[in-house]
Every structure is written in C-alpha cells, then in structure tokens.
C-alpha cells in the first residue's frame, strides 16, 4: 500500500510557476515510478511527466522544455516544477505510483493515486 499526499497547487498568473510536491509512503521509495496526471473540467485525465526508480523521465508533449520532474528519494517526495504556465492547463493535478518501477504515460501502469491539487492558472 502506499498513500499519496500533493501540495503545492495554487493561483498563478499565466507565464508564472508553481512546484508541486508529491509525499509517499507505505513502500520503499526508491523502488517506485512515479507520475504527474492532470484533469480539466470536463476533460479526460491526461499524462503530464513520470519519473521511473533509476530517475529515467518522460514527459508529455505540452510539456516538454517547461515542465521537470524529480524526486528526492530521502524525503519520499516526487516534484513537479512547471514554468511558463498557460491558462489551460488549469486543472486538479494527480501524483501517481508504479510498483513496477518503470516511467510510464498510461495510466494503468499506476497502482496508487493521490487526492490531487488544484492548479488555476488565470489569463
């Protein structure tokens, strides 16, 4: 079992940064891929950034050159920093974690999810 805690969601301007942070626990950290999920309103969930257990990472397209994941296996804390935020990527975001260990953007290679955190981005 593992539980998913994430912070760090906001109001920003549009062209400003937020970092998210994602707490595990329940499992050794380390052995674990984690992931970064978005969900507008009246959207389907979306793939954002994942990070596997030997830090390999995959990002979406929209998100390539702006947005970094990374995890601090000492803390048990995953993290999303975002720049150069857009308005429409205003959503709830999700922190997700693999068992298996491997980045992955589909969302059934996740085992466990977060509660997630708004993230408004106003134009």
């Known amino acids: 079992q593992v539980q998913l805690v994430e912070s760090g969601g906001g109001l920003v301007q549009a062209g400003g940064s937020l970092r998210l942070s994602c707490a595990a626990s329940g499992r050794t950290f380390r052995t674990i891929a984690m992931g970064w999920f978005r969900q507008a309103p009246e959207k389907e969930r979306e793939f954002v950034a994942a990070?596997?257990?030997?830090?390999?990472?995959a990002y979406a397209d929209s998100a390539k050159g702006r947005f970094t994941i990374s995890r601090d296996n000492a803390k048990n804390t995953v993290y999303l920093q975002m720049n150069n935020l857009k308005a429409e990527e205003t959503a709830v975001y999700y922190c997700a974690a693999a068992i298996r260990g491997y980045a992955s953007g589909s969302q059934t290679g996740y085992d466990y999810w977060g509660q997630g955190t708004q993230v408004t981005v106003s134009s």
């Open positions: 990070i596997g257990r030997y830090s390999t990472t």
